[in-house]
């Protein structure tokens, strides 16, 4: 962990120790008010709430996890103003939430320029082992043929090869991928569409990482190519949260959901509850499994 990350967690967590430590309490009451636990709505983020929420219950604290899906500038805003107190959310979604234009790339970078334009009060925890990065996916026969191992190698695959992805792809993704020199663009696929029309060696695809890790699973066929350093922008799932209501106990559970939670463990959670898994039984199973 570099210096300024950890003085700047430092800072935080003592800056927050005394306030927290009957967290909030409610207007006329000795009950402490529930931390509340926002989210966007995806499978993914619901899962990813309940599960930092039912690891901070684990501390004593009460918790509420909101019914009412928000975007990410929404989420931020309420944090700010104290109608939220946490929420999980992707480094990158945060850092175009906050600011035009950004061009960190980087885990690192991005999570640095998150912490400079969060709003005052409001800060991140540590990042969990869960990257939705969007990839290149590309025939194994492929990668092996020209020695590929990282995105900025991709100029060695014929030019003009037809780019086939799950979503569409912003202007910062198609420059991130144009070394490349894809040809024609086909968006809006399945994750499983994309991972059978590359296998060929005819086409070039993408998936987030979330996707890779349920479309790739168990194939040898089909590989994606990484750069922690030329691809699009990191998307690594963090807890945002109002520093002062996050005590000592608390940043110690919320640090033990990042060492535990990977990016297949929330790609398999998120698709459960996409079949109609309630979210906050699927987060507690994957809780009391991993001893968080």
């Known amino acids: 962990m570099s210096t300024r990350r950890f003085s700047r967690r430092a800072a935080a967590l003592a800056a927050a120790i005394?306030?927290?430590?009957?967290?909030?309490?409610?207007?006329?009451?000795?009950?402490?008010a529930p931390l509340r636990v926002g989210t966007d709505g995806t499978p993914e983020m619901q899962v990813a709430a309940q599960i930092y929420a039912g690891a901070l219950a684990r501390t004593g604290v009460r918790v509420d996890v909101g019914g009412r899906a928000s975007a990410d500038r929404r989420l931020l805003d309420e944090a700010a103003q104290g109608d939220v107190d946490l929420f999980p959310a992707f480094t990158g979604e945060l850092l175009t939430a906050l600011m035009p234009g950004p061009d960190?790339?980087?885990?690192?970078?991005?999570?640095?320029?998150?912490?400079?334009?969060?709003?005052?009060?409001?800060?991140?925890?540590?990042?969990?082992?869960?990257?939705?990065?969007?990839?290149?996916?590309?025939?194994?026969?492929?990668?092996?043929?020209?020695?590929?191992?990282?995105l900025a190698q991709c100029g060695a695959v014929p030019p003009g090869l037809p780019l086939v992805s799950t979503g569409e792809l912003t202007a910062e993704e198609k420059q991130a991928f144009s070394v490349c020199r894809f040809g024609a663009i086909t968006e809006r696929l399945t994750p499983q569409q994309v991972a059978d029309r590359v296998r060929g060696g005819q086409a070039l695809g993408t998936l987030?990482?979330?996707?890779?890790?349920?479309?790739?699973?168990?194939?040898?066929?089909?590989?994606?190519?990484?750069?922690?350093?030329?691809?699009?922008?990191?998307?690594?799932?963090?807890?945002?949260?109002?520093?002062?209501?996050?005590?000592?106990?608390?940043?110690?559970?919320?640090?033990?959901?990042?060492?535990?939670?990977?990016?297949?463990?929330?790609?398999?959670?998120?698709?459960?509850?996409?079949?109609?898994?309630?979210?906050?039984?699927?987060?507690?199973?994957?809780?009391?499994?991993?001893?968080?």
């Open 208 to 292: 987030t990482g979330l996707e890779a890790a349920t479309a790739l699973a168990g194939r040898d066929d089909v590989t994606a190519l990484r750069s922690a350093e030329s691809g699009p922008m990191a998307q690594d799932l963090v807890p945002v949260f109002r520093a002062s209501l996050i005590g000592k106990p608390q940043m110690k559970a919320l640090s033990r959901v990042a060492g535990e939670l990977t990016t297949a463990d929330l790609a398999e959670l998120a698709a459960r509850v996409e079949r109609g898994a309630d979210p906050a039984a699927v987060a507690n199973e994957w809780i009391g499994t991993h001893g968080v």
């Open 104 to 150: 960190a790339v980087s885990s690192e970078d991005v999570e640095e320029a998150v912490n400079r334009a969060l709003p005052q009060g409001v800060t991140i925890g540590d990042p969990a082992a869960v990257n939705d990065r969007r990839q290149l996916i590309l025939a194994q026969t492929v990668s092996d043929a020209d020695h590929l191992t990282d």
């Open 18 to 32: 005394g306030a927290a430590a009957t967290l909030i309490t409610a207007c006329g009451s000795d009950v402490p």
